[in-house]
Nanobody, 121 residues
Framework: QLAESGGDLVQPGGSLGLSCAAS????????IAWFRQAPGKEREGVSC????????YYRHSVKGRFTMSRDTAKNMFYLQMNNLKPEDTAVYYC????????????????WGQGTQVTVSS
């Protein structure tokens, strides 16, 4: 299973780091990802790291502001969010899939429970 932590209330322009801890399985062979869901909107992918080659991908609206990383020794991965904007407000979920193709196809092996990020002054 996966468990997120780090959600909080932050002012626009601020920074926040999210963590995702895996238990019961090793993240090393999985594609890992962050998703988010804002009120009244569908869940959307934010970023992912491919299990195949370690490449990181980001949705256009967060490129240059968010950085995803992983620590295989700790079996955890992270999302560092800088220059946060009110439109980043959402529940953030971590997820893992066998590969990026399955992730894109919605075949997710594990989901976290979600952590609330609110960007407001």
């Amino acid at each position: 299973q996966l468990a997120e932590s780090g959600g909080d209330l932050v002012q626009p322009g601020g920074s926040l780091g999210l963590s995702c801890a895996a238990s019961g399985f090793s993240l090393e062979q999985y594609t890992i990802a962050w998703f988010r869901q804002a009120p009244g909107k569908e869940r959307e992918g934010v970023s992912c790291i491919s299990s195949t080659d370690g490449s990181a991908y980001y949705r256009h609206s967060v490129k240059g502001r968010f950085t995803m990383s992983r620590d295989t020794a700790k079996n955890m991965f992270y999302l560092q969010m800088n220059n946060l904007k009110p439109e980043d407000t959402a529940v953030y979920y971590c997820a893992s899939a066998m590969n990026i193709e399955r992730l894109i196809g919605g075949v997710v092996a594990f989901w976290g429970q979600g952590t609330q990020v609110t960007v407001s002054s």
